[in-house]
């Protein structure tokens, strides 16, 4: 995880480091960059990630970007359509997903992440500020049916 790639802004980076891990382990970890996914996931969380799981409508999913192949995205599956995934950000003004660059071909989908981590941010010492990380820290990452239906309409 030291490996850090550029800030893109308009939608979530994952180091490369996820894709060298991919080949030994059905499990990898990964680093958020940029704010397409925000509420759900911020720049700096990480996520333990399962490579060829299967997906379901509202996963958040691990893809290669389809015009830029060495870029690694993170995305919510939205619906199964012709040809593979309609992939979409939560947040609806950063773009940069199915609605930029159509259908993702099921074999750009790498897996699924399972869980979001947020590392102890510099300066949160307070006891106050500890007791809420200890209580944040580590979400699953569930299958939001609602946001699915929510954003198929956009």
Excluded: C
Aim: aromatic share 6%.
């Amino acid at each position: 995880m030291e490996e850090r790639t550029g800030e893109v802004p308009v939608m979530p980076e994952l180091s490369q480091e996820t894709e060298r891990g991919r080949a030994g382990a059905p499990f990898g970890l990964a680093e958020v960059t940029g704010p397409s996914m925000v509420p759900t996931l911020h720049h700096g969380d990480r996520l333990l990630l399962q490579y060829g799981a299967a997906i379901r409508p509202g996963d958040v999913v691990v893809l290669r970007h389809p015009f830029q192949q060495d870029l690694l995205v993170v995305k919510r599956a939205v619906e199964r359509r012709e040809g593979g995934w309609w992939v979409l950000g939560d947040n609806p003004y950063a773009g940069g997903d199915s609605t930029d660059y159509g259908v993702v071909p099921e074999e750009l989908i790498l897996g699924r992440a399972w869980l979001r981590y947020r590392p102890l941010k510099d300066g949160q010492r307070s006891p106050l500020a500890l007791a809420r990380w200890v209580l944040g820290a580590a979400r699953p990452l569930l299958p939001d049916r609602s946001a699915s239906r929510r954003l198929r309409a956009r």
